[in-house]
């Protein structure tokens, strides 16, 4: 008998979707990776995944993927539980890395704004802020963006799988503006742009339409943002109003942004 077919297979190593508080946006940008993701399929074994299928196997699993950020205390006790089935942990999206768009919680009143909503806030229990999943547990790799980039999804996927570290671009939305000839909103138009401090990674989408980018994908390394807003107030007049709000959109609680956010609040 061939030896060879005596041989244990070796398991197939056990992928997992999370969702916490999020649109299921990223999920969903797993899905449209469609033939790629065939491929992938026939790499792991998927364990969890809520927007493709009610199947849960068991842990431990060797990759999860945490769409979402936390907002009740149900969250913080369920991403534990998580962490501690999970040999990598991977956060996808502005509401894993940086509490995402219900962010903008933590800088009003949540009760104020409960009595104004429902018919009986009673019933509501939520926490006062939004928090990303670093906050509460260690994460292995951060992938950012609202939605992520499905290609860069893939490459973190496929990089984990085989051992090496994910080629994921750092550099700013103006190079990809430059890669695709755009001219440069600021200069030909005078709209305030956040491409020069945002992360590069949704091919400069917004820009592409002759409009300036909204930080999607979180401030890049070293971003200095007040740098860039003051020199908006110089040079168009923009308002402290303006800025605030462009600061404060999908990845508002990340350092960069919510400090200089902060001097626009004064």
């Not at 993927?65 to 990598?88: A, F, M, N, P, Y």
């Not at 973190?156 to 103006?174: D, E, Q, Y």
């Not at 390394?221 to 605030?244: D, K, Q, V, Y």
Request: aromatic letters at 8%; proline letters at 5%; a neutral charge.
């Amino acid at each position: 008998m061939n030896k060879l077919a005596l041989l244990k297979k070796e398991p197939l190593p056990k992928l997992a979707v999370w969702k916490f508080a999020s649109c299921d946006g990223c999920q969903l940008s797993l899905l449209d990776c469609e033939d790629e993701l065939l491929a992938v399929t026939e790499l792991v074994q998927i364990a969890n995944f809520p927007e493709a299928s009610k199947a849960l196997l068991p842990g431990p699993y060797d990759i999860s993927l945490v769409e979402g950020s936390i907002t009740t205390e149900h969250d913080k006790e369920r991403i534990q539980e998580v962490r501690s089935q999970s040999k990598l942990l991977i956060t996808i999206g502005a509401c894993a890395t940086a509490g995402g768009i219900q962010a903008l919680r933590n800088f009003a009143n949540v009760e104020e704004y409960k009595k104004i909503v429902y018919a009986h806030p009673e019933y509501i229990r939520t926490l006062t802020s939004s928090t990303p999943i670093s906050q509460h547990v260690k994460v292995d790799y951060e992938l950012r963006g609202c939605p992520i980039n499905k290609y860069q999804l893939l490459e973190v996927l496929n990089s984990f799988l085989i051992g090496k570290k994910p080629a994921v671009s750092s550099c700013s939305v103006c190079t990809e503006c430059k890669k695709k000839g755009n001219i440069c909103v600021t200069v030909a138009y005078g709209s305030p742009c956040l491409g020069p401090i945002t992360h590069a990674g949704c091919e400069a989408l917004c820009p592409s339409y002759q409009r300036g980018c909204y930080g999607c994908f979180g401030p890049k390394e070293t971003a200095n943002p007040l740098a860039l807003t003051r020199w908006w107030e110089t040079e168009f007049g923009t308002s402290a109003g303006s800025i605030r709000g462009l600061l404060r959109s999908y990845n508002c609680t990340t350092e960069a942004f919510q400090k200089a956010s902060e001097q626009y609040d004064r």
